[in-house]
C-alpha cells in the first residue's frame, strides 16, 4: 500500500473475525502504533503504564463492533477528546496502519467488517475534534466511499418506495392509525 512503511509479516488472512484473532489483530496494530514515529510519542505519552489495560480494552471494543458481542462499555468520543497534540495527520497515520494491519490479517468481506466502521468513527472525531467545517481528506472520503458506498437519495428512488410520508417503516405500527 504505502512503501515508506515496512511490509508485515505473512500471516494467512482470516475469512471471518473470531475473539482470538480480533485480540491478535489489535495487538499487532497497536505494536506498529507504538514503532510509528508519528503515533508512537503520542500513545506513549497518554497511554504510558497503562497499555496492559488499554489494549484489552480495545479488544472488547472492536469484539463489540465485528462481532456483535457488545460487551464494550465506553464513550469513543470522550475518551479521544482531551488528548492534546492531534492533527489530521494523526488520523490519515492510524487510519493507514489500521487499514493497513486488517488487510493484511483478513480476506476482504471480513476486512470491510472492520474498516467502514473505522473510517466511520475517524470522520466522527475528527468532525468532533476540528469542528463540523472541517474537510475530511479527499484519500480518507474516496476509501470511505469505496468500501460503504452511499445509500441512494430518497428522490433518486422515489418510483421504488411507495411507502406515505410520515410512516417510516415498511408495516404500518401496531395500534396506530391515521388518526392518531
Known amino acids: 500500500m504505502n512503501p515508506s512503511f515496512p511490509p508485515l509479516p505473512a500471516v494467512t488472512r482470516q475469512p471471518e473475525p473470531t475473539e482470538e484473532n480480533v485480540r491478535d489483530l489489535v495487538y499487532a496494530f497497536y505494536e506498529r502504533v507504538r514503532a510509528d ?5 503520542v500513545f506513549e505519552r497518554t ?19 465485528v462481532l456483535g458481542a457488545k460487551q464494550y462499555r465506553g464513550n469513543v468520543q470522550q475518551a479521544h477528546q482531551p488528548l492534546p497534540g492531534i492533527e489530521p495527520q494523526h488520523f490519515s497515520r492510524w487510519l493507514y496502519l489500521f487499514l493497513d494491519t486488517v488487510e493484511s490479517r ?16 475517524a470522520q466522527s472525531l475528527q468532525l468532533s475534534r476540528f469542528g463540523w467545517d472541517y474537510t475530511i481528506p479527499a484519500e480518507q472520503q ?31 405500527i401496531i395500534g396506530r392509525n391515521k388518526e392518531d
Open 106 to 121: 483478513y480476506e476482504p468481506a471480513a476486512a470491510v467488517r472492520f474498516m467502514e466502521p473505522a473510517l466511520r468513527i
Open 37 to 41: 514515529p508519528l503515533l508512537g510519542p
Open 142 to 172: 474516496a476509501l470511505l466511499e469505496r468500501i460503504a458506498p452511499r445509500r441512494p437519495n430518497r428522490d433518486d428512488n422515489a418510483h421504488e418506495s411507495a411507502r406515505p410520508r410520515g410512516e417510516p417503516f415498511p408495516t404500518k
Open 47 to 65: 497511554l504510558a503504564g497503562s497499555w496492559d489495560e488499554h489494549l484489552p480494552k480495545m479488544c472488547t471494543f472492536w469484539g463489540s463492533i
